[in-house]
């Protein structure tokens, strides 16, 4: 059996997430159905982490071992044939025996964009979060830099996923204006469930003043998810990088 | 009754275009029935031309005659609240009386969006033709400027509507390489049914070495439909502008 390892990018619209679910399209059963066909037994694709339903990948990695003899690089466009439109294989390589695509895994970046202006823009409908009112870049900045660094993340997740500890490290979270787009990028070497989005939707409370921006410490202190900002649409969310070692990771920052 | 001229956007991915059918869901019906539940009667629009079914546009004018107060700068936050979020009026301003969407149209751009690349890219899905060959970029530009000028250009309109000539004059139609897409412009004071995409089919058939770039002329002389490439797919088909005189015309274009 062979370890492929390949980048897959979804709009993830029409799915109600990543993982496997009895009755809703998933994103991971509809790859594993294509995948399967094609290479003529059962697959099961390694995901590098559960998004949630409507949030989109740009870049997002798995896995998955075969006993085909399908070389990798002819993958993409094999396996593409048999996918719907809104995902894709954008690249595959052999991958070291151990290599896992969730285990492996040393940090990752998720982007956030709000689509910031008064009159929405059908082509975003569900690729960005429509926000129509004025946002105070300069006090979500000040409260984003207090996320970054290494804390327990308990007041921006949602419970519903066991996780060892609420401990993680955030590599940074910046904010760039690209009118009339604002995009929040959050590195971190691995998000609790709804982290990225519980801690756009606290900026977006910072920013309409029901958050002082200086709180933020306190509130991740509490650990009470009720005293920090509700969970932003997934519309806005992406998976825009991802890094590991060796061939994997220079094959995802290709 | 007031006249008031309106730009409306829209992804036409869902429609079954412009124009009211029986049956299926138009962008002409969608509007109406906001706009008549927004004005508190009915109300016909008066669109700028026929799009196809899953044709889309960035610059839509229309025009509707109501006895509603509400005034213009209100409207497009008014109706897009009623309106599914694929359709979206940006501005909206009094027009004279006379005005009308159709009628009163000096000329229309289109753009086709071509998304040439190896590997499909899911976010463009229904918004771009995905064509994974190579283009033969010159050559398509030989053949373009052929279409420029007045012409009869009965050879890239499929029938189907009655129109009193197939005379149209091509402002301009240029190719542009942004990639990885390659954009077509093409501008005229109007457009046959199918004319648009009618002729990227057949800048296509050149690219493809089906038609020689230097054929045009002829092809335009010979009138015959069959003997010009295929209708290109709607996915990569948008309205780009559209010129009127006056405050209708400014609005337009800013």
Redesign the interface.
């Known amino acids: 059996m062979m370890n492929i390892a390949a980048w897959l990018?979804?709009?993830g619209s029409r799915y109600h997430g990543w993982q496997v679910q009895q009755f809703d399209a998933t994103v991971q059963g509809t790859l594993e159905a294509a995948l399967s066909r094609l290479c003529g037994h059962p697959i099961t694709a390694h995901g590098c982490g559960r998004t949630d339903a409507g949030v989109?990948a740009?870049r997002y990695c798995f896995n998955f071992r075969t006993s085909s003899s399908i070389p990798p690089d002819r993958l993409?466009?094999a396996a593409?044939s048999l996918l719907p439109?809104?995902?894709?294989?954008?690249k595959a390589i052999y991958a070291p025996e151990d290599f896992d695509a969730n285990l492996s895994c040393l940090k990752k970046e998720y982007t956030y964009r709000i689509y910031n202006s008064?009159?929405?823009?059908?082509?975003y409908?569900?690729?960005a979060y429509?926000y129509p009112h004025r946002l105070d870049i300069s006090s979500m900045r000040v409260a984003a830099a207090h996320f970054v660094g290494t804390h327990d993340f308990a007041a921006v997740r949602s419970v519903g996923t066991e996780t060892k500890t609420t401990i993680r490290t955030v590599h940074w979270l910046e904010i760039a204006e690209k009118e009339p787009f604002i995009e929040f990028k959050v590195c971190a070497d691995g998000f609790l469930y709804n982290m990225a989005r519980a801690i756009i939707g606290t900026l977006l409370y910072v920013s309409e003043g029901k958050i002082a921006p200086d709180d933020i410490p306190q509130l991740l202190d509490f650990k009470d998810r009720r005293q920090t900002g509700p969970t932003a649409p997934p519309d806005g969310l992406y998976m825009t990088r991802i890094w590991y070692n060796g061939e994997v990771g220079a094959m995802m920052e290709s």
Chains 1, 2 share one sequence.
């Open positions: 990018m979804f709009d989109h740009e993409p466009y593409n439109p809104d995902i894709a294989i954008k008064r009159i929405r823009d059908p082509f409908t569900g690729r429509f």
